[in-house]
């Protein structure tokens, strides 16, 4: 099972069903349940009464955290160029695992400019898996580490600036600037090159 997605931070507590109000404490808890990854998140009184005791303990429990809950932001501008993350939220979307190297070589990326966190790395029958937090939407991305090695980054690159420059329809309306790329280009060579070593020499 290839187990990659977003999963959005909720709204409101999953055991009261009270609304998150901005600024609110929150807390997380992860669990595998075979088919995908569960997220729950509850309240501050939820969390003391019902789970802070024991949800560590149930079956399947995989990660815990606590943040604090942003109202979201009102949507400003509808045209956005494409960029390492938005890139990574289409290719989780298509969900084709032709994509899985890409994935992860934008999220390392993203990992170096703090957009994302890794939260946590679990092993599964399909490889590692990193599960990775967006600090500003409290969203969770999990994606699949490809086992690159270092014969095939060259390959990669490609396709990650080819992505990043032309999308994935080769629109130019919604491609980045050339001068971009380009730089994205040379900061893919050194997440790829690092994180090929990285796998080599065993240590994560
Ligand atoms: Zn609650």
Known sequence: MIDWNIQSRAHACEACGRGFSDKETYHTLLFDERAAFRRIDVCQSCWQTQYSEGARERKGFVSYWHGVYEAPAPQSDPIQKETAESLLRKIIELNDRQYIPAAYILAVMLERKRVLKVKEQLVRDEGRIFVYEHPK???????????????????????VAALLEHGFGGAA????????????????????????????????
């Open 137 to 159: 939407t409290g969203e969770i991305f999990t994606i699949v580490d490809p086992n690159l090695q270092l014969n095939q980054l060259e390959a990669v690159q490609h396709d």
């Open 173 to 204: 309306s919604s491609a980045a600037p050339a001068s971009e790329a380009m730089s994205a280009g040379d900061q893919i060579a050194s997440v790829a090159t690092q994180s090929a070593r990285r796998v080599e020499s065993g240590e994560v």
